[in-house]
């Protein structure tokens, strides 16, 4: 499986931004899709995570702002991101499961 991320930028504090990870290859294997991020100089956490028939979680700093969709038509998953705040800044990766598979990573920057 290949997962290539996009939709990252530069927004100011409040503003919105939407990611979108595509899915190539055995996608018929993809159960779950995540959304992880990474901010300097801090681990990588669990931003979002749906499952295939659509059942969604959150971190508990994004509940309320972020919401994860996909279109399985599309094999595509997306991150809606409302009222962002500069410590959203951070590298956004997807990845899905089974298998285990990244991608590339995508630069989110929210200036206060």
């Known amino acids: 499986v290949q997962l290539q991320a996009s939709g990252g930028g530069l927004v100011q504090a409040g503003g919105s931004l939407r990611l979108s990870c595509a899915a190539s290859?055995?996608?018929?294997?993809?159960?779950?899709m995540y959304w992880y991020r990474q901010a300097p100089g801090k681990q990588r956490e669990l931003v979002a995570r749906?499952?295939?028939?659509?059942?969604?979680g959150y971190a508990d700093s994004v509940k309320g702002r972020f919401t994860i969709s996909r279109d399985n038509t599309k094999n595509t998953m997306y991150l809606q991101m409302n009222g962002l705040k500069p410590e959203d800044t951070a590298v956004y990766y997807c990845f899905v499961s089974p298998g285990g598979w990244w991608g590339q990573g995508t630069l989110v920057t929210v200036s206060s």
């Open positions: 749906i499952s295939s028939g659509g059942t969604t």
């Open positions: 290859g055995s996608t018929f294997s993809i159960s779950y």
